[in-house]
């Protein structure tokens, strides 16, 4: 079996970085391993500095058990500058959840402490952080409009995204 190189560059021009890929393509057969199919039950979302989520629609499937939410902060900011969390809502008490963090402040993490209208949140995060969330679907239906947030003052009103729970077939 003869295999051959071959060596490309690629070079992101957004992020100035370099990254070089080596592949080897075998003139006969080879051993790949197949790839992992991502977990339907967890979800990473990735935040930084522009004040976005990585993705605005979550769709929990309503067979797991569980439901993981991953954040990671991948801002070049400190945590001082741009503290990020993740909030779970409905989608009436969006804007309650909102302007109580805003009043709550920093001193409690931009939470309101003991919200009966948050069903789950995370911890603040800083870059290069991650944590996560652990949903237990049981207790959310397909009928309810779920809403995230970040709810760190001023991020509310651009970090916000729609979690529904879709029936599996």
């Not at 057969?29 to 605005?56: I, K, M, Y």
């Not at 207790?139 to 970040?150: G, I, P, Q």
Request: hydrophobic share 35%; net charge neutral; proline share 8%.
């Amino acid at each position: 079996m003869t295999l051959r190189t071959t060596r490309l560059l690629i070079t992101p021009i957004i992020l100035g970085l370099t990254l070089t890929l080596n592949t080897s393509v075998a003139s006969q057969t080879t051993d790949v391993a197949p790839l992992v199919p991502p977990n339907p039950c967890e979800v990473h979302l990735a935040v930084g500095d522009t004040l976005r989520f990585s993705q605005t629609q979550i769709d929990v499937p309503q067979n797991c058990e569980r439901f993981t939410v991953e954040l990671e902060h991948i801002g070049r900011l400190p945590k001082t500058a741009t503290p990020q969390n993740w909030v779970l809502t409905t989608r009436p008490y969006l804007e309650t959840v909102a302007r109580a963090a805003y009043r709550a402040g920093e001193i409690n993490h931009w939470t309101a402490p003991n919200s009966e209208h948050i069903l789950a949140a995370t911890p603040l995060i800083g870059r290069g952080e991650t944590t996560r969330v652990i949903l237990d679907v049981s207790s959310l239906d397909t009928e309810t409009d779920y809403r995230f947030l970040s709810t760190v003052g001023g991020h509310s009103p651009r970090m916000r995204g729609t979690l529904r729970v879709v029936p599996t077939p």
